[in-house]
């Protein structure tokens, strides 16, 4: 594509530009592939709930999508729309800039001898389930209409998928609900669609950190605080209702909390009964890739790192005297320090 660019570039632009001025996406960019792959090679290929759906786009749609994302963007930008506690899909941000932003609130509050609570809140195919009538309203209230709130719904609407199996394809299915994935624009939508569960979470005194759907609520507490656990049940129970009403799910297994005791502070029961199951305080949970421990120690991250490096080292020096120096090298980058 790039070598005959020149050729294509006028093309591409009135394909681009026609579809911004009359705000209709071409139906023929909207139908995506699905390929389903196994979460790891390890398990049992007969089982369906092994295999994640792998959701291709046509290159085309990306490329339209990146046109209308750097327009919106831009707007919500310079009109101070964007939410400060999302780290999500914004230049400048990352999911490193969302776990300092926790990690730095936890330390101040140990600093100030305060205990703290972190809840890891873990969504169940939060992509796929979106509203298209609540995203349409929520896009209006950031003061996109005409033109503009019409390409929103083209793109949303009247899409299909087919599932590819063993060099089989099946019929086209319809998408009612969700943003499209792997697209460059559903994480964008999704960060506006979730925008006003933050006034949810502030009710109780939380604070939060999101990045895309991933969550993180922050609750810091004096030793003489006697409601701990009467606050976070209640501040879930509230967020379980609002995520209810976007047609959202938390799933109480995989949703963690940790606690982090301040110098001297006693001992707090923070055993939640929360959608018919229990949650209650481990050891360490794992946010954004990252393994927090109760001391913010990264004791138990840094030995999960260093045994990944010794596996891949192990396994790289059996092979060493099979390999060049260069592709010694370049294994050596690819699998150990990018880990880093």
């Not at 939380?206 to 701990?228: C, G, K, N, R």
């Not at 129970?237 to 940790?258: C, G, R, V, Y």
Request: hydrophobic share 40%; net charge positive; proline share 6%.
């Amino acid at each position: 594509l790039q070598s005959i660019a020149p050729d294509l570039h006028p093309f591409l632009t009135h394909l681009i530009n026609t579809s911004l001025s009359t705000g209709c996406f071409p139906n023929s960019l909207r139908p995506a592939r699905v390929n389903p792959l196994l979460k790891k090679p390890t398990l049992d290929p007969s089982e369906v709930n092994n295999y994640r759906p792998v959701s291709l786009l046509p290159f085309l749609s990306k490329t339209l999508e990146q046109a209308i994302s750097n327009q919106v963007s831009s707007h919500l930008h310079s009109n101070n729309l964007l939410d400060p506690h999302q780290s999500g899909f914004k230049a400048g941000h990352s999911t490193e800039t969302a776990l300092l932003a926790v990690s730095e609130q936890l330390h101040t509050a140990r600093a100030a001898s305060l205990s703290s609570v972190l809840i890891l809140l873990d969504l169940s195919a939060a992509f796929d389930t979106v509203n298209h009538q609540i995203l349409i309203s929520s896009l209006q209230d950031l003061g996109i209409s005409g033109t503009a709130l019409s390409l929103f719904s083209s793109y949303l609407t009247d899409r299909t998928y087919r599932v590819t199996w063993r060099g089989s394809v099946s019929e086209p299915c319809p998408l009612t609900t969700g943003v499209p994935q792997g697209s460059v624009l559903g994480p964008l939508l999704f960060s506006r669609y979730t925008n006003s569960l933050g006034s949810v979470i502030r009710s109780h005194g939380f604070t939060y950190h999101s990045y895309a759907d991933d969550t993180q609520l922050i609750l810091s507490f004096p030793q003489s605080e006697t409601q701990v656990a009467a606050r976070i049940s209640a501040c879930l129970t509230d967020i379980s209702q609002w995520m209810s009403a976007h047609h959202l799910k938390i799933n109480p297994d995989k949703t963690e909390l940790l606690l982090l005791p301040g110098k001297g502070s006693p001992t707090h029961n923070l055993t939640i009964n929360f959608n018919n199951s229990v949650l209650a305080p481990t050891q360490t949970a794992r946010n954004l890739g990252v393994t927090l421990d109760s001391q913010l120690s990264l004791t138990a991250n840094i030995t999960a790192i260093t045994r990944s490096f010794r596996y891949m080292l192990y396994n790289i020096r059996r092979i060493r005297p099979l390999l060049t120096q260069k592709a010694a090298q370049v294994l050596v980058q690819a699998l150990v320090i990018s880990r880093l």
